[in-house]
């Protein structure tokens, strides 16, 4: 009986961790925190030591939402081997709760994620690379020391972006 | 079968590198590159055809990118507002999803008063380094670039704080330097043809 009694309890302990943990996974899905030019570099720095994978994506970039998918399947795969992924959504800040958050919830990103939150187009872009035009699907990859070795200007597949993380996790 | 996967990622690679961040855009103050092209009616364009003109307006475009058709009406005023002026708007769809027949249909919906050349394999996106619709290069009679860009700061009407082109077409128009030759903004990557190296 007593062994019966504590059998419960782990069990209902176990359920209410469960919980817990289901309940802050769903607090913070889709959780996107706005940003200007001057994080940018700070989000990439902070993650140095591991191979970073920036990608600026918009909803209403029809070949962002089509490779969003990859990125996630490559977080997935690579992240215990020391990935970090990033999204900055470039939407309007007036899209964020109708078609941004709506979007990553539909995607079930249970990460933190960024969207830009500024005027000043120009100076974002810079800050990220002088060669950017702005053109979107965009993705900037760097090295574990921080330095950007791909910036890749067109919708990519699992395979283009893993190609290109796989020797830089080696390093 | 090692050596087949290793040879489609390699090919992978070079199709990502030819349509990566390596293409560089015209800088204010290069020549433009000259074409030849055809617009939707089957009229052929070279940019020579427009030497007379006080300017020319080259616009990279596109039917089906939300950037670009957010610009659609203010593409026409802009060609009501400066036409009689002497400036010359040319669009160019570099696009390789969107055909010939879509590009048409597009320019007739829209009502478009310029025409719109079609880039088969963006040759000439190429040319001038375009890469997101929708992009601009005004070209003085010298055949000289004076202004790249964007059209304004932003796709939504209602914001719009920096009329970048028309401040360009102004300047260029009365003999006076572009107070701000060279601008960026967001929009949709040109689908470029893949090429194998």
């Given at each position: 009986m007593a062994q019966r009694t504590l059998f419960a309890a782990v069990?209902?302990?176990?359920?209410?961790?469960?919980?817990?943990?289901?309940?802050?996974?769903?607090?913070?899905?889709?959780?996107?925190?706005?940003?200007?030019e001057h994080q940018i570099p700070k989000i990439v720095a902070e993650a140095r030591g591991n191979v970073v994978v920036v990608n600026f994506w918009a909803t209403w970039c029809v070949s962002c939402v089509k490779e969003f998918p990859a990125f996630l399947e490559v977080r997935k795969v690579f992240a215990p081997q020391g990935l970090v992924l990033v999204f900055v959504s470039i939407d309007e800040m007036t899209s964020l709760d109708k078609a941004v958050k709506p979007f990553l919830r539909k995607m079930q990103v249970d990460f933190e994620t960024y969207i830009k939150d500024t005027p000043h187009d120009d100076a974002f872009i810079n800050t990220v690379s002088e060669q950017w035009s702005g053109a979107l699907p965009a993705t900037f990859i760097y090295t574990k020391q921080g330095v950007m070795a791909h910036s890749l200007i067109a919708e990519q597949s699992f395979e283009d972006i893993a190609t290109r993380i796989a020797p830089l996790l080696k390093e | 079968m090692k050596h087949l996967v290793l040879a489609v990622l390699f090919g992978v690679m070079l199709t990502s590198a030819a349509v990566g961040g390596t293409l560089k855009t015209l800088s204010p103050g290069a020549q433009a590159p000259a074409f030849t092209l055809t617009d939707v009616a089957g009229n052929t364009h070279t940019l020579g055809d427009y030497g007379q003109q006080k300017a020319v307006v080259v616009m990279f475009i596109s039917t089906r990118c939300p950037v670009s058709n957010a610009y659609n009406e203010r593409m026409v005023q802009l060609h009501h507002d400066y036409t009689a002026k002497g400036v010359a708007f040319l669009g160019i769809n570099a696009s390789q999803r969107e055909s010939v027949a879509e590009i048409k249909g597009h320019?007739?919906?829209?009502?478009?008063?310029?025409?719109?050349?079609?880039?088969?394999?963006?040759?000439?996106?190429?040319?001038?380094?375009?890469?997101v619709t929708p992009q601009i290069y005004l070209i003085d009679p010298a055949g000289l670039v004076r202004y790249q860009g964007r059209i304004d700061n932003s796709r939504n009407p209602q914001s719009i704080k920096s009329q970048d082109l028309r401040a360009a077409l102004d300047a260029v128009l009365t003999g006076n330097t572009v107070p701000t030759p060279s601008t960026k903004a967001f929009g949709c990557a040109i689908n470029r043809a893949k090429r194998s190296s």
């Open positions: 069990l209902a302990v176990a359920v209410l961790s469960s919980g817990a943990h289901l309940c802050a996974a769903s607090a913070e899905a889709g959780h996107v925190t706005a940003i200007d | 320019a007739a919906q829209h009502g478009f008063p310029f025409p719109v050349l079609k880039d088969v394999d963006n040759v000439i996106a190429d040319a001038y380094g375009a890469q």
